[in-house]
C-alpha cells in the first residue's frame, strides 16, 4: 500500500542554506557548503517575553517554520503540527545537566525549555494554533518515524499538516554521545493526495500549487541507515533531520525516490510528479 | 474503533494488573515520603519498589536503565505477552505497530553518567546514550522483546505522551498501516522532573490531594504500562480521541481550560458520542490549585455542572507525567470491565467551587463509556473515550 502526499511549501535551514532554492543550488552543487554555525534570528512572532526565552531548537524550528509559511498559501492556526527530532533539546540538555548534577538548583524556564514539545509549544503559542500537535522521535530513524507520522496525520484528518524534521547542535560533553555538531531542519506543509490516499482522500483546492506528489510505502527489512548522499555536507552525518534535504532534493530532478529504515522496515519516498507536473 | 485486547500495568500501588486495580478501586496511596539517596527534596514519591531489586537478563545490560526495567516489570505480564504473541500470530509480525510516550525516557543514566564526567572529564566507559537515554531505546527493547516487526515510533509531549499514542495509533490502523498496535509509555523518577517541578513551586510536600480545598502541587510517581489495540473490537473498546493544543502559556494551562475543551469534545465527536454519554471521568487531576480549577472548569462547559462522575487517581499513583496517559487509560477500561468508579483519592474537603460530582466512595454503575483526560505543559491536550460492547 501507499500513501500519497503532495507538498505544497517548504522551508529549509542549516548553514549556509537558508532556503529551498539553495537547498537545490547545494545539490546542484552551485553552492558551497559552509563550515560557521547557523546564526538564528531572535523570533518576533514570539510575545516579547516568551521570545527572550526562546532556546536555540526553539529559535531554530520557528525560522524554518516561517519559511513554509511565507507562501501564505495556509493560515499557520490551520495547520495540524508534527515535529520530528532526535536529541531534540540541543543545549538545553547540557545545560540542565549542568545545574542538577551538583546542585540541584534548575530555573523553571530552563525546565520547560528542556521538554522535547517546547518548540510545539511556542510555536502554538505563536501563531494562536489551537490544533493538535505531536512531537515524536525515533533515534536516528526520526524523520522517517516523523515523516510517516505527519503523512497519517493528513490522510485521517483530510485537513493540512505542517511536520518540521529538526536536529539542534549538542555541546561537548553531549556531542561525544551523539555527534550532533551543526543545526539541519526542514519544514514540510502536507496535505494527503486524492489520487492516491484510497478512501482517506483530502481534496486540496487547485489554486493551491504545490512543488511535487509523493508516495509513502513501508516496505522490507529495516537494518542499517545507508550513507548520506556525497553532495551532503559530512558535518550533518549524525542529523537524522538532514535526510529530509535527500526528499526535497528530488525536486530537483522533477522524480526519484529514497528509502529509510524504520525499525524492521524500510520507508520509501517517492517523488511522483515534480512541480511541471502538478 | 479498536478493541483493547490486553493490558499491562505497573505503577507505586501495584506492579500487576490486579494489585494495582485494588489499589485504585480502595484509594489505597502508593505514595510515601521522597527517601531516594540521590536526591532530598522534602516531597512525596510513587516509587516503583520493585525497580531497586530488577535486572535485565545479562544479555540486555546494555540497555539497563531505570526506565527500561520498569517497562521491564510490565512485559513480565503473561496474559498481556499472549495476547500479543496471538496477534503477531493473526496478523502477522510486520503489521503489528509500536506507539510508546515518553517525558524524560533514561535521563536518569545520562544524570548519573554526568556526574562521572564532572569528576573524571569523560564519561564512564560503560554508559550507552543511545541504549538507554534515548527516547528510540524504549521503543526498540520492547519491540525487541515483544518480537514485533511494525511501524515503531516514541512521542514525547510532556504528560499526555501516552495519551497521545492511542489516537496515532488509531490512525495507523484507519489508513490500513496495521492491524494491531502495542501502545504503552514509561516514566522513571529522575532529578531532571523532580527538581524542574519543585523549581516551579509546584511540588507538594505532602501526598498530592487532587480537587481538594487544600491541595497544593503534584506527588511526582513512575509507572509503565502497554495496552494491545486490536482491529478487531473487544469487550471494551477505544471509541475515539481528541487533541488540541491551548496556545497560551508553556507551563500553566488556559484558566478556562479552553484546549482541554475541544480536545474532550473532539473526543466525544470521534467516538459518536455526546457528553451525557459518558458515565465515568478519570481527570488529569494533578492537584496544583490552578491544574484542577482550569480541568474543572472545562468538564463543567463540556458536559454541566455535576453532571458527570470525576475522580483523579494521582493520589494513588502520583503523577507519572509521560506515564500518565497509559496508566490512567488503564484505569477507564478497568472500571468499564468492573463496573465500579474508582474514588479520588486523598480527599478530605472537596472545593465546592470546581462544580465537579467527584467519586469520593467506590460506586458500583452501569458504565458504557469512560473518558480519560491528560494535559501537558506546552499546552499540550489529549481526552480518550473508551466503550464496554453491548
Known amino acids: 500500500m501507499a500513501l500519497g502526499f503532495v507538498l505544497h511549501a517548504a522551508g529549509v535551514l542549516a548553514p549556509g542554506v537558508g532556503s529551498l532554492a539553495e537547498l537545490l543550488d547545494l545539490h546542484d552543487r552551485r553552492r558551497p557548503a559552509v563550515t560557521e554555525a547557523l546564526v538564528l534570528p531572535s523570533p518576533a512572532v514570539l510575545p516579547a517575553n516568551e521570545r527572550r526565552r526562546a532556546s536555540q531548537v526553539v529559535r531554530l524550528v520557528l525560522a524554518c517554520a516561517a519559511q513554509a509559511l511565507a507562501t501564505g498559501r495556509y493560515a499557520p492556526d490551520e495547520l495540524r503540527c508534527v515535529f520530528a527530532s532526535d536529541e531534540g533539546t540541543g543545549e538545553v540538555c547540557k545545560l540542565m545537566l549542568e545545574a542538577l548534577v551538583p546542585s540541584g538548583q534548575v530555573s523553571p524556564l530552563l525546565f520547560h525549555n528542556s521538554l522535547r514539545n517546547a518548540p510545539a509549544g511556542y510555536f502554538s503559542i505563536a501563531y494562536q494554533n489551537h490544533l493538535p500537535a505531536a512531537s515524536v522521535s525515533m533515534g536516528c530513524e526520526s524523520f522517517a518515524a516523523g515523516l ?84 551532503l555536507p559530512s558535518a550533518w552525518a549524525a542529523n537524522s533531520s538532514a535526510r529530509a534535504f535527500e526528499v526535497l532534493a528530488l525536486l530537483a530532478d522533477g522524480r526519484g525516490s529514497c528509502e529509510f529504515p524504520l525499525g524492521e522496515q524500510r520507508l520509501r519516498v517517492a517523488l511522483v510528479e515534480g512541480a511541471a507536473a502538478c | 474503533m479498536s478493541g483493547i485486547a490486553a493490558y499491562s500495568t505497573v505503577h507505586a500501588a501495584g506492579a500487576d494488573n490486579l494489585t494495582s486495580w485494588q489499589a485504585i ?55 498481556f505477552r499472549q495476547a500479543v504473541d496471538d496477534a503477531v500470530g493473526r496478523h502477522g509480525a510486520s503489521r503489528v505497530g509500536l506507539i510508546l510516550g515518553s517525558s524524560t525516557s533514561g535521563i536518569r543514566s545520562t544524570e548519573v553518567a554526568y556526574k562521572h564526567w564532572r569528576e573524571d572529564g569523560h564519561w564512564p566507559t560503560d554508559f550507552d546514550y543511545r541504549r538507554t537515554h534515548s527516547l528510540d531505546a524504549l521503543c526498540r527493547l520492547s519491540g525487541g522483546l515483544l518480537g514485533l516487526r511494525g511501524p515503531m515510533v516514541m512521542i514525547s509531549t510532556a504528560c499526555s505522551s501516552s495519551a497521545k499514542v492511542f489516537v496515532m495509533a488509531q490512525r495507523w490502523m484507519d489508513i490500513g498501516l496495521i492491524d494491531a498496535a502495542v ?20 511540588l507538594s510536600s505532602e501526598p498530592c490531594r487532587p480537587f481538594d480545598s487544600a491541595r497544593n ?120 470491565e468492573q463496573q465500579i468508579l474508582p474514588p479520588s483519592a486523598n480527599l478530605a474537603q472537596l472545593e465546592p467551587r470546581l462544580g465537579l460530582d467527584v467519586v469520593m466512595q467506590p460506586r458500583r454503575a452501569e458504565l458504557r463509556h469512560a473518558m480519560s483526560n491528560s494535559f501537558g505543559f506546552g499546552g499540550t491536550n489529549c481526552s480518550l473515550v473508551f466503550g464496554r460492547a453491548r
Open chain 2, 25 to 79: 478501586l480502595t484509594g489505597c496511596s502508593g505514595l510515601k515520603p521522597n527517601t531516594l539517596a540521590w536526591c532530598g527534596l522534602p516531597t512525596w514519591i510513587g516509587e516503583v519498589a520493585a525497580v531497586n531489586d530488577t535486572a535485565l537478563p545479562a544479555d540486555l545490560d546494555a540497555w539497563d536503565c531505570r526506565t527500561h526495567r520498569l517497562a521491564w516489570l510490565a512485559l513480565q505480564c503473561a496474559p
Open chain 1, 148 to 231: 510517516l507520522c505527519a503523512v497519517s496525520e493528513a490522510c485521517t484528518s483530510a485537513q493540512p499538516v505542517l511536520f518540521l524534521a529538526y536536529d539542534a547542535p549538542l555541546p561537548e560533553p553531549m556531542r561525544a554521545l551523539l555527534p550532533i555538531e551543526q543545526a539541519t531542519a526542514s519544514a514540510w506543509i502536507i496535505e494527503s493526495a486524492p489520487e492516491t490516499a484510497g478512501n482517506h482522500t483530502a481534496v486540496p483546492s487547485p489554486a493551491r500549487l504545490s512543488l511535487g506528489r509523493f508516495e509513502l510505502s513501508l516496505h522490507g527489512v529495516g537494518g542499517c541507515v545507508d550513507p548520506a548522499p556525497s553532495w
Open chain 2, 217 to 336: 502541587g503534584i506527588s511526582i510517581g513512575e509507572a509503565a504500562g502497554f495496552v494491545l489495540l486490536d482491529r478487531d473490537p473487544a469487550a471494551v473498546n477505544l471509541m475515539g480521541g481528541g487533541e488540541s493544543s491551548d496556545a497560551w502559556h508553556m507551563s500553566s494551562p488556559h484558566p478556562d481550560g479552553l484546549g482541554a475543551q475541544a480536545a474532550m469534545r473532539q473526543a466525544l465527536q470521534v467516538a459518536g458520542l455526546g457528553p451525557q454519554d459518558i458515565g465515568y471521568v478519570n481527570a488529569h487531576g494533578t492537584a496544583t490549585p490552578a491544574n484542577d480549577r482550569a480541568e474543572a472548569a472545562a468538564m463543567r462547559a463540556v458536559f454541566g455542572a455535576d453532571a458527570v462522575p470525576v475522580s483523579s487517581t494521582k493520589g494513588v499513583t502520583g503523577h507519572t507525567l509521560g506515564a500518565a496517559g497509559i496508566t490512567e487509560a488503564i484505569v477507564a477500561i478497568q472500571a468499564l
Open chain 2, 183 to 202: 501502545v504503552g509509555g514509561v516514566d522513571s523518577l529522575c532529578l531532571t522532573t523532580l527538581h524542574g517541578f519543585n523549581a516551579l513551586q509546584l
